[in-house]
């Protein structure tokens, strides 16, 4: 399988646990994006990663989130001290190609419930 | 600002009737469209998208869009639907830092 793959698929964790999620995206593509969707509503963007360098973090990455890349492969996502509003999936999405003709490959998520 | 709005929350249809998927944007400038589906426990998947050219673009499982300016709209149809084709459908377009945005969905419903 040469998709974007997410680990886990589904967490359920404790008010104030903290939980770390992975991506791998497809090798060749340099561009990585992470997106929450919460219930009805569209993926929200996040913040997304050019190789290894975090180009922009969007206003809802408060600083009980945190995102890396170390080598330009796979991402981690790691939500502290873990809320009930942080409930929601969680999707990455990768890309090889930049401007209007990028075209994003999605993972299937992780589902993280806050209890 | 850049935006779409997803008119229908739900849309339920027979099997093997047509549907159409509302979809209007907001945007000052070049406007670039999408539209994603879910199927479940999935990730996103490209239907189609709009970048210039022909208004009429023709996507994958038999689903096209028309880009209507005057209108501001990009809806999806499709002239007859599968039982597979039951999945949460979004448009999306570019913000203005160029990242991919999203409509609310729209859940389509096929019944037999």
């Known amino acids: 399988d040469t998709g974007v793959s997410q680990d886990p698929r589904h967490k359920i964790t404790k008010r104030g646990q903290n939980v770390t999620f992975r991506c791998d995206p497809i090798s060749e593509h340099n561009r990585l994006y992470w997106y929450r969707q919460t219930l009805g509503q569209g993926p929200e963007f996040l913040t997304y990663f050019q190789n290894e360098a975090q180009l922009e973090k969007s206003r809802l990455l408060s600083d009980r989130f945190s995102a890396e890349r170390p080598k330009g492969s796979f991402s981690t996502l790691e939500i502290q001290r873990t809320e009930q509003g942080d409930s929601a999936m969680y999707l990455c999405?990768?890309?090889?190609?930049?401007?209007?003709?990028?075209?994003?490959?999605f993972g299937s998520g992780t589902q993280l419930s806050v209890l | 600002a850049q935006s779409v709005t997803q008119l229908d929350s739900q849309v339920p249809v027979f099997e093997e009737a047509p549907v159409e998927l509302r979809c209007n944007y907001s945007?000052?400038?070049?406007?670039?469209l999408f539209w994603y589906v879910q199927y479940p426990n999935q990730g996103l998947q490209l239907l189609l998208k709009y970048l210039s050219g022909s208004t009429l673009v023709k996507g994958i499982n038999g689903f096209e869009a028309e880009f209507n300016k005057s209108q501001t709209s990009f809806h999806l149809r499709k002239p007859s639907v599968h039982i597979s084709d039951t999945a949460e459908y979004f448009c999306?377009?570019?913000?203005?830092?160029?990242?991919?945005?999203f409509g609310q969905g729209t859940e389509l419903s096929v019944k037999p």
């Open positions: 999405a990768s890309s090889s190609r930049t401007g209007t003709n990028e075209k994003l490959f």
């Open positions: 945007s000052s400038v070049s406007v670039y």
């Open positions: 999306a377009t570019y913000n203005q830092g160029g990242k991919l945005i």
